[in-house]
């Protein structure tokens, strides 16, 4: 059974820092490439950064670029977000999705074949 557990998320004043962790199971790491997502109240789910399954390759979203950070870990399975200077327009829930199709990372999340339940990020002004 493929499963995500996204994990990190919390309450931040603006400018704080988080790390968004996802843990993957059930597949083999290197045949999927995983992406970050969120998804504010009222807004559509949108990506915010990927990383292939093959090179490791990254890409971001233009509003998160200069913040976030995504990089992985593969002895331990797990996918990372490193978010800084964060701001009250990153408030929201952030998945965790993986792509078994576009292997080069999508930011789109018609493209995710799999995601994690999700995990709360909310940034005080």
């Known amino acids: 059974e493929v499963q995500l557990v996204e994990s990190g998320g919390g309450l931040v004043q603006a400018g704080g820092s988080l790390r968004l962790s996802c843990a993957l199971s059930?597949?083999?790491?290197?045949?999927?490439?995983i992406g970050w997502f969120r998804q504010a109240p009222g807004k559509r789910r949108e990506g915010v950064s990927c990383?292939?399954?093959?090179?490791?390759?990254?890409k971001y979203a233009d509003s998160v670029k200069g913040r976030f950070t995504i990089s992985r870990d593969n002895a331990k399975n797990t996918v990372y977000l490193q978010m800084n200077s964060l701001k009250p327009e990153d408030t929201a829930v952030y998945y965790c999705?993986?792509?078994?199709?576009?292997?080069?990372?999508?930011?789109?999340?018609?493209?995710?074949?799999?995601w994690g339940q999700g995990t709360q990020v909310t940034v005080s002004s």
């Open positions: 990383i292939s399954s093959s090179d490791g390759s990254t």
């Open positions: 999705g993986a792509s078994v199709t576009v292997v080069v990372g999508t930011l789109n999340p018609y493209e995710i074949d799999y």
């Open positions: 059930g597949f083999t790491f290197g045949n999927y490439a």
